[in-house]
C-alpha cells in the first residue's frame, strides 16, 4: 500500500530537549516536504527536499532542521524545541514535477511545555 | 496577491445542494494549483492538481476550474452529501518548489 509514515503520532515533551520526527514513504518520490499547522493559519512549509541531499528552507524554518539522506527518509529535527513549536505537524511526498499530486502522512502533535 | 485566499472561510449547506468556493492565488510565475480535502483527525487528500489556464477537472461530484491570469480557481460540489463535510484546501505553486497553502473552507453538510 502506497503511504507516508510519521512518528511518533502525539509526542509531549519539555523546553530544549532535542526530538526528531520520522517521515518515510514506499513510492519512490523524489520531493518530500514538511508543514505545521495552526489554528487560524493555513498548512505552512517548514522545509522541503526535491531529492537525497538536497533540502531547502520553506516559509518558517527557524528552529528546525531536516536531512534526506536516503530518497524514502525525511526527518524533521527539533534541536532546541521551544513552546511555540507546539503544532500538528504533516509529512507529505509526491514525484518531483509540478503536475503530480502529493500523499500526506498521519500528522504528529507536537506538544513543547 | 501574495498569498493564498480562501473564500468563504466556513458555509452549512442542506443535503442535496449545490455549492462553491474560491481559491485566490498569485497569478505571476505560476506553476501549479492544488485541491485537497481535509476530514477531521485524518489527513489531507489530494483532489486536484491544475497546471493550464483554462484548465477544468471533475472527480463525481466534484469539479474545478482554473483562470491563472487572474489567480483564482473554483471547486464545485454538485448535490452535497453530509460526507462531502470536510475542510478544502487550495495550495499554489509559484517559481520555486514551495508551496503556499490557503486557510481552508469548512463545508458543513447538513441531512
Same mark, same amino acid.
Given at each position: 500500500e502506497a503511504q507516508v509514515t510519521q512518528n511518533p503520532r502525539y509526542l509531549i515533551t519539555v523546553t530544549g530537549k532535542k526530538l526528531t520526527v520520522t517521515c518515510s514513504q &514506499?513510492? &519512490?518520490?523524489?520531493y518530500m516536504s514538511w508543514y505545521r499547522q495552526d489554528p487560524g +493559519?493555513? +498548512?505552512?512549509?517548514?522545509y522541503y527536499s526535491m531529492n537525497v541531499e538536497v533540502t531547502d528552507k520553506g516559509d518558517v524554518p527557524e528552529g528546525y532542521k531536516v536531512s534526506r539522506k536516503e530518497k524514502r527518509n525525511f526527518p524533521l529535527i527539533l534541536e532546541s524545541p521551544s513552546p511555540n513549536q507546539t503544532s500538528l505537524y504533516f509529512c507529505a511526498s509526491s514525484h518531483g514535477t509540478e503536475n503530480t499530486e502529493a500523499f500526506f502522512g498521519q500528522g504528529t502533535r507536537l506538544t513543547v511545555v | 496577491i501574495l498569498n493564498v485566499e480562501q473564500s468563504p472561510q466556513s458555509l452549512h449547506v442542506q443535503e442535496g445542494d449545490s455549492t462553491n468556493f474560491t481559491c485566490s492565488f498569485p497569478s505571476s510565475n505560476f506553476y501549479a494549483l492544488h485541491w485537497y480535502r481535509w476530514e477531521t483527525a485524518k489527513s489531507p487528500e489530494a483532489l486536484f492538481v491544475m497546471t493550464l489556464n483554462g484548465d477544468e477537472k471533475k472527480k463525481g461530484r466534484i469539479s474545478a476550474t482554473l483562470n491563472t491570469k487572474e489567480g483564482y480557481s473554483y471547486l464545485y460540489i454538485k448535490g $452535497?452529501?453530509?460526507?462531502? $463535510?470536510a475542510t478544502y484546501l487550495c495550495a499554489s505553486r509559484s517559481g520555486t518548489y514551495k508551496y503556499i497553502f490557503g486557510t481552508g473552507t469548512r463545508l458543513k453538510v447538513l441531512a
Open positions: &514506499n513510492m &519512490n518520490h523524489e +493559519l493555513g +498548512l505552512r512549509q517548514i | $452535497s452529501q453530509p460526507e462531502d $463535510s
